[in-house]
């Protein structure tokens, strides 16, 4: 449940789709998810973070191995979806 809770949140499963094209630094992952705050990015990717889902690399922000498994898994329920 509490990763259903993380990722109901506003933009928290956008950041992780677009950080399955690869790392993206703060201000190109704010220009990919168009609409959202500096504040709502920033704090979900310290909650992302602290989940193992996301961490920081020198190229930006990238998924973890737990991150890129969640990705794989989400992509059936989006194809599903439409």
């Known amino acids: 449940m509490a ?3 993380l ?3 506003r933009w928290a499963m956008g950041i992780v789709w677009n950080l ?8 190109q992952l704010q220009s990919r998810c168009e609409t959202i705050s500096p504040t709502i990015l920033n ?3 310290k909650e992302l973070q602290e989940a193992h889902i996301i961490e920081r690399s020198s190229q930006g922000y990238c998924l973890t191995p737990m991150g ?3 990705y794989q898994l989400l992509v059936p329920l989006g194809q599903w979806s439409k």
């Open 3 to 5: 990763l259903f809770d």
């Open 7 to 9: 990722l109901g949140r």
């Open 20 to 27: 399955s094209e690869g790392p993206c630094t703060f201000r």
């Open 43 to 45: 704090r979900r990717l």
């Open 68 to 70: 890129k498994q969640l």
